[in-house]
């Protein structure tokens, strides 16, 4: 899309900011801006120390590993989050998956890729895939939330999205009505790969909110077993590594 019909289109149907959510108008000749200048800073984006499996923010740099990834294994590579998930950034998701926002996703991809564009390419990442929803869940709400980060991302950093590549194949629960042991037995055999054999090598794995990982963990499992070499897992937002005060 060339400049004068994206600047058209941003007229015609102008976005919304992530988080306030407020009507974004820029002139025709202005650079395009996807957030509100006073809410750039609102979000609190993911800083070292981190856990080295999960990528969740640690309060101690003598950790490794956060909580969750010091009591389990996990079969994917190694995870990385743009935001904590507090409360703008859960506020600015939750429009965007329940109240239809679906533009907010064209700034989540950017800020994917301007903070991990060169840790995406250091991995060696060839395709991009998407946590998908159940068929059901997903005609209910008429998008996959992950896949349209995912395509955002992919517009940024040029690397294909397979959006059909893993399969949800049970209608689970929501993760976040559940226990521990529940959302690991929740998520057991949910995922299929569309092929007998997966022909790539690297692959991320994205979705919007990353919690324990269990579910991460699953469809990277699936993928593994498919043929692929090494999942790698990027999420929008993550949960601290450590108990708040």
């Known amino acids: 899309m060339n400049i ?4 058209i289109i941003h007229l015609l149907f102008p976005p919304r900011c ?3 959510d407020q009507v974004l108008f820029s002139s025709i000749m202005a650079k395009l801006e996807l957030v509100c200048p006073s809410c750039r800073r609102k979000p609190e984006y993911i800083r070292e120390p981190v856990c080295k499996q999960c990528g969740k923010p640690l309060e101690d740099s003598r950790q490794e590993y956060c909580y969750d990834c010091s009591r389990r294994s996990f079969v994917y590579k190694q995870g ?3 935001w904590v998930y507090q409360t703008e950034v ?10 239809g926002r ?8 950017r800020e994917l890729a301007r903070v991990y564009g060169g840790w995406i390419r250091q991995c060696g990442i060839q395709a991009l895939v998407p946590i998908p929803l159940y068929k059901k869940r997903q005609r209910k709400r008429g998008f996959n939330q992950a896949g349209l980060i995912a ?18 194949v049970h209608n689970t629960r929501a ?3 559940l226990n521990d042991l529940e959302r690991k037995n929740n998520l057991k055999k949910a995922f299929k790969t569309s092929v007998n054999k997966v022909q790539l090598n690297h ?16 469809a990277a499992g699936e993928l593994l077993h498919s043929g692929v070499s090494e999942v790698y897992c990027l999420s929008l937002s993550i949960g601290r590594g450590y108990q708040e005060g």
């Open 4 to 7: 004068y019909k994206e600047n």
């Open 18 to 20: 992530p988080f306030c």
């Open 80 to 82: 990385k989050a743009l």
């Open 90 to 99: 859960k506020q600015s998701v939750y429009r965007f998956k329940y109240q």
């Open 102 to 109: 679906q533009e907010y996703a064209r700034y989540y991809g």
């Open 151 to 168: 395509r955002e991302l992919s517009r940024q950093i040029q690397i294909p999205v397979f959006e059909d590549l893993l399969v949800r």
């Open 175 to 177: 993760q976040k009505e």
């Open 203 to 218: 692959i991320l794995l994205i979705d919007d909110i990353y919690t324990t990982g269990s579910t991460m963990n699953e």
